[in-house]
């Protein structure tokens, strides 16, 4: 069935700093690609829809500046965490449309994020 | 707008014993639903989903579903529970265009004692 492959599983950072995570779908080709946060114990939230070749679409509330999304390529999908704060600390899930495959909606391993 | 209500944060049985985790929609359009299980720390992995074909949607590990338009239940059950069952369950229902996002209910805590 249809893979999606996130990286890093886990990141310990400085605040101030960046950190990417990135997410790739290994055997079909994702035109989209949506990003989603969760915090403890509670469900995943939107934060943006990954469109190939085009503008991210951010959802309300979501900072565009901190929050950088490009996706390149039909497979790859990056998510970028510019100049990280302690609040930014958490688990970062993408998921990738497979349309192929009469809406496959895949998830990646998702991505826990600290930052000290 | 699409959303989905999930009835119990927690819930609890022993093991082989009838599994049911509620969940209630709302859509605006023919919904499309999913259950997703979440292990700790881990993305979702997709148990079953209904795309307005067959109203009892069999899936992975002895889960099934029933959509009820009537009563805008989408409820998943397994007759035996394993100890490997205890997991986050989150029921989704799809956006009303194309490929949107999944909207997600809260999520339930299945929790399975021997």
């Known amino acids: 069935g249809a893979v999606v492959s996130q990286h890093p599983s886990w990141v310990i950072c400085k605040s101030g700093t960046s950190v990417k995570i990135e997410c790739r779908s290994l055997?079909?080709?994702?035109?989209?690609m949506f990003w989603y946060r969760q915090f403890p114990k509670q469900s995943l939230m939107l934060m943006a829809t990954s469109n190939e070749g085009s503008k991210a679409t951010y959802e309300q509330g979501v900072e565009k500046d901190k929050f950088l999304i490009n996706h390149a390529s039909l497979t790859l999908s990056t998510l970028t965490v510019t100049s990280a704060h302690p609040e930014d600390s958490s688990f970062y899930i993408c998921?990738?449309?497979?349309?192929?495959?009469?809406?496959?909606?895949?998830f990646g391993s998702g991505t826990r994020l600290t930052v000290v | 707008a699409q959303s989905v209500t999930q009835l119990g944060s927690h819930v609890s049985v022993s093991e082989g014993a009838l599994v049911l985790l509620r969940c209630n929609y709302s859509s605006s359009v023919p919904p499309y639903l999913f259950w997703y299980v979440q292990y700790p720390n881990q993305g979702l992995q997709l148990l079953l989903k209904?795309?307005?074909?067959?109203?009892l949607v069999k899936g992975i590990n002895g889960f099934e579903a029933e959509f009820k338009k009537s009563e805008t239940s989408f409820h998943l059950t397994k007759p035996s529970a394993h100890m490997s069952d205890a997991a986050e369950y989150f029921c989704?229902?799809?956006?009303?265009?194309?490929?949107?996002?999944?909207?997600f209910g809260k999520g339930t805590m299945l929790l399975v004692s021997p």
């Open positions: 209904y795309t307005s074909a067959a109203t």
């Open positions: 998921s990738a449309v497979d349309r192929g495959a009469n809406y496959g909606y895949t």
């Open positions: 989704a229902v799809r956006g009303n265009s194309g490929y949107s996002t999944l909207t």
């Open positions: 055997d079909f080709q994702a035109t989209t």
